[in-house]
T-cell receptor, first 109, second 113 residues
Framework: SQQGEEDPQALSIQEGENATMNCSYK?????LQWYRQNSGRGLVHLIL?????REKHSGRLRVTLDTSKKSSSLLITASRAADTASYFC?????????FGTGTSLTVIP | DTAVSQTPKYLVTQMGNDKSIKCEQN?????MYWYKQDSKKFLKIMFS???????INETVPNRFSPKSPDKAHLNLHINSLELGDSAVYFC????????????FGPGTRLLVL
């Protein structure tokens, strides 16, 4: 069964605003990863957070992980039109790797 | 210098045909994967290979078979294509273990008529 569910399914914001998307999963994990997919392209790895970490930053990205709630969030600060894409969480539970349903982000210039 | 490449990029074929999609990675990774992304963008892992051994085999039809001639290649063969096989197929690679973020190819868009 699918591991990750993402919320919201779609998000539309103005350029310069922050975007937050959430991911919930079902079982214990080794790590959780976030990926971006531009329209018609392959997925690009953004950030990985291990199960013993609670927060991680990379540029304008901030990821949190709450293993007690089995949830993660991705925050994109000061969004740009180029951030328009679909964002997927992916959970690594050893020999099982699942992607979430994705959040479609539109940043309006 | 493409890290993960797939061929062909587009594939249009008739029901019942047999087709193959090739994947190559030049990252020196030990593990390679095949994913299917449907029209709703849902990504499902189909197979993964680690050092030429199949380590994940999700419940996909046996019409789909992965072939790995060496560590840098993982090809996907599909027999007796069906309409429901229409999707985008992505190849990916990674180092094994918890550090392994995946690197994706550009995808192969398969349309079965």
């Amino acid at each position: 069964s699918q591991q990750g569910e993402e919320d919201p399914q779609a998000l539309s914001i103005q350029e310069g605003e922050n975007a937050t998307m959430n991911c919930s999963y079902k079982t214990s994990i080794n790590n959780l990863q976030w990926y971006r997919q531009n329209s018609g392209r392959g997925l690009v790895h953004l950030i990985l957070i291990r199960s013993n970490e609670r927060e991680k930053h990379s540029g304008r990205l901030r990821v949190t992980l709450d293993t007690s709630k089995k949830s993660s969030s991705l925050l994109i600060t000061a969004s740009r039109a180029a951030d328009t894409a679909s964002y997927f969480c992916a959970t690594d539970a050893g020999n099982q790797f699942y992607f979430g349903t994705g959040t479609s982000l539109t940043v309006i210039p | 210098d493409t890290a993960v490449s797939q061929t062909p990029k587009y594939l249009v074929t008739q029901m019942g045909n047999d087709k193959s999609i090739k994947c190559e990675q030049n990252l020196g990774h030990d593990t390679m994967y095949w994913y299917k992304q449907d029209s709703k963008k849902f990504l499902k892992i189909m197979f993964s290979y680690n050092n030429k051994e199949l380590i994940i085999n999700e419940t996909v039809p046996n019409r789909f078979s992965p072939k790995s001639p060496d560590k840098a290649h993982l090809n996907l063969h599909i027999n007796s294509l069906e309409l429901g096989d229409s999707a985008v197929y992505f190849c990916a690679s990674s180092h094994p273990g918890p550090q392994g973020s995946q690197y994706f190819g550009p995808g192969t868009r398969l349309l079965v008529l």
